[in-house]
């Protein structure tokens, strides 16, 4: 089936420093990608939508220039959190469709991203 | 109206029992309704998921039944396992957009 391979797992980062996320889907295009973050106990809230080679899309309220999301490629799309605080700790995870895959949303294992 | 209402936020089930999570909508337009199951510091994988021209889609021990006329969908875990234990979410989708995310359902299945 659909794989997408999320990395890394766990990051620990200094407060003012930038951390990348990745996510490659290994055995399909994914020609749309989905990042969502998640607080402890809540359900999953939609950062943002990427389409290949196109900007990506955000949702009201999250800030563009600090959550950066490049979809470069059919393969791979990164989030970049720059300047993190350590109110962006949380837990970030990805997701991706591919073409023709109508309706299949295939996840990412997530980041946990901790700020210090 | 793009809301998905998930119930109950935590469930207690015996092993061996029926584990049951209902959730409503109210966009008609949804035409996708996943199930995702979602273990401590993973990322959701989908269960099952139904489109509303069946009203019943098995598979395995997971069941998900839908109402399309009163707007809501199930999922039925039977001979509930401690294995199932874990945080449950159900989802909708309109065409090719983006999910829209019940509050999920955390489960513990006791031994």
């Known amino acids: 089936g659909a794989v997408v391979s999320q990395h890394p797992s766990r990051v620990i980062c200094k407060s003012g420093t930038s951390v990348k996320i990745e996510c490659r889907s290994l055995?399909?295009?994914?020609?749309?990608m989905f990042w969502y973050r998640q607080f402890p106990k809540q359900s999953l809230m939609l950062m943002a939508t990427?389409?290949?080679?196109?900007?990506?899309?955000?949702e009201q309220g999250v800030e563009k220039d600090k959550f950066l999301i490049n979809h470069a490629s059919l393969t791979l799309s990164t989030l970049t959190v720059t300047s993190a605080h350590p109110e962006d700790s949380s837990f970030y995870i990805c997701?991706?469709?591919?073409?023709?895959?109508?309706?299949?949303?295939?996840f990412g294992s997530g980041t946990r991203l901790t700020v210090v | 109206q793009q809301q998905v209402k998930q119930s109950p936020q935590s469930l207690i089930v015996q092993k061996g029992g029926i584990s049951i999570i209902n959730c409503a909508y109210e966009n008609t337009a949804f035409d996708y309704f996943p199930w995702y199951q979602q273990f401590p510091g993973k990322g959701p994988a989908l269960l099952i998921a139904?489109?509303?021209d069946v009203s019943e889609k098995k598979e395995g021990r997971f069941t998900i039944s839908f109402n399309k006329s009163a707007k809501q969908f199930s999922l039925h875990i039977m001979d509930s396992q401690p294995g199932d234990s874990a945080t449950y979410f159900c989802a909708a989708s309109m065409g090719n957009y983006q999910l829209i995310w019940g509050a999920g359902t955390k489960l513990i299945i006791k031994p």
């Open positions: 997701s991706a469709r591919g073409k023709g895959f109508y309706y299949g949303y295939t």
């Open positions: 990427s389409n290949e080679g196109s900007k990506a899309t955000y």
């Open positions: 055995d399909f295009q994914a020609t749309t």
């Open positions: 139904i489109r509303p």
